[in-house]
């Protein structure tokens, strides 16, 4: 079965600073995605990023980007010149053409003025 | 990106009531629904998946009598709570799956949270 792993319960950053959340993920698959969604206190869950396993080329949006180590399983989230609206509880997600998405336990982020 | 809604947003009944909550999405057509639910401080844990037109899957550990879904279109999916209890109160969040912008995505909605006293 998938299981994705998000280590950190917790990381803090402060504003205009860069942070790394970690995600793992075990399957056997070779044909999947990988997301990073973003959970603020609305609770409203917002696409952040999305990465075809079939790609090399790391995804990025503007400030966040992907480091996407296929063979090690796994799929960080760096966020740069973090900002006050980026505090949130942040999910790592995989998803492949046979299996509905999973999610990690999510990482917590606070964002220090 | 593609905009999913739900409603109600809030939502408080009595034990033993009947509650429904719709998914819509907006402005795609979804032939693939998913229904979380979401404990405080916890993931989504997946419910089930409905698919215009059939029966919905559901996951181990959910009563597919309990939790009815009900796709009927493909932009509208009803997840009715049958004789709620307040072991039921949770945060539900649908989902919907969509081919649009270069490859398959899932958009969520805003959430229902459901109060059974």
């Known amino acids: 079965a998938q299981t994705v792993t998000q280590s950190q319960p917790e990381m803090s950053v402060q504003e205009a600073e860069t942070v790394t959340l970690s995600c793992t993920y075990d399957t056997s698959e070779s044909d999947y995605y990988l997301f990073w969604y973003k959970q603020p206190p609305s609770r409203q869950m917002i696409l952040v990023i999305r990465?075809?396993?079939?790609?090399?080329q790391n995804a990025t949006e503007n400030r966040f980007s992907v480091n996407f180590q296929k063979a090690a399983k796994s799929f960080s989230l760096k966020i740069s010149d973090s900002q006050l609206g980026d505090a949130a509880m942040y999910f790592c997600a995989y998803r492949s053409a046979y299996n509905d998405m999973r999610f990690g336990a999510g990482t917590r982020l606070t964002v220090k003025p | 990106g593609a905009v999913v809604s739900q409603h109600p947003s809030w939502v408080i009944c009595k034990s033993g009531t009947s509650v429904k909550i719709e998914c819509r999405s907006l402005d795609f057509q979804a032939t693939t629904m998913f229904w979380y639910r979401q404990f405080p401080k916890q993931s989504l844990m997946l419910m089930a998946t409905?698919?215009?037109?059939?029966?919905?899957?559901?996951e181990q550990g959910v009563e597919k009598d309990k939790f009815l879904i009900n796709h009927a279109s493909l932009t509208l999916s009803t997840l009715t709570v049958t004789s709620a209890h307040p072991e039921d109160s949770s945060f539900y969040i649908c989902s919907a799956r969509t081919s649009r912008s270069g490859g398959e995505t899932q958009y969520f909605g805003p959430g229902t949270r459901l109060l059974v006293l």
């Open positions: 409905s698919n215009e037109g059939s029966k919905a899957t559901y």
């Open positions: 990465q075809e396993a079939y790609k090399q």
